[in-house]
Structure formats: C-alpha cells, structure tokens
C-alpha cells in the first residue's frame, strides 16, 4: 500500500509563499498521478492540483498562476509551490495518488493564511 505524508504546512502573511511536500512510499504503479487537495472550515475537499507521471498538470481556477506542482519520481515526491497566497487559501492540504485516479490520501498538512 502506498502512504503519503506531507510537510511544510504552516502560518503566512497574505502575499507570502510556501512550499508543501508529499512523500510517498510503497507501490510505485500506484503513483500514476499525484495530486493536492484541500478541505476548509466547513467545507468540501476540493481539487488543487494534479501532475501525472509523465508531468502533465491540471489545477483548480482559483490557484492558477499562484500555484505550481511538480513531482520527483525517483524521489517519489510531489511538490505544491505556493505563491501570492491568500486568506481564503487556508485550509488543511492533502496529497493524493492513484494509479490513474486519487485513490490513497495523506493525513494534511495546515495552511493559515492571515490577511
């Protein structure tokens, strides 16, 4: 079985930046796609960002061009670069990874964003 832990999480002033990291372990054919989610106070998980194995990426409207992920697959690593955050940016992130769809999901990692 694959785990995902994530790191980097954290409190930033609105206009900062921070660097979240999924480290993955176990079946590699289960890291197909790599992704982030994020859940809020009240609300649903909802999609960031996704990277496939060959590096082709998707993101949510409301982080592109704020957002970049990236993956080392020797590594087994994925990355969320954020920058230019904002208050409505905080949220527990959660990585994700499947053979081709997110079946496996890490603990999260908390962003609080202050304006």
């Known amino acids: 079985q694959v785990q995902l832990v994530e790191s980097g999480g954290g409190l930033v002033q609105a206009g900062g930046s921070l660097r979240l990291s999924c480290a993955a372990s176990g079946n590699i054919f289960s890291l197909g796609v790599m992704g982030w989610y994020r859940q809020a106070p009240g609300e649903q998980r909802e999609f960031v960002a996704g990277i496939t194995r060959a590096g082709s990426t998707e993101y949510a409207d409301s982080v592109k061009g704020r957002f970049t992920i990236s993956r080392d697959n020797a590594e087994r690593t994925a990355y969320l670069q954020m920058n230019s955050l904002k208050p409505e940016d905080t949220a527990v992130y959660y990585c994700?990874?499947?053979?081709?769809?997110?079946?496996?999901w890490g603990r999260g990692t908390q962003v609080t964003v202050s304006s």
């Open positions: 994700a990874s499947g053979p081709a769809s997110y079946t496996r």
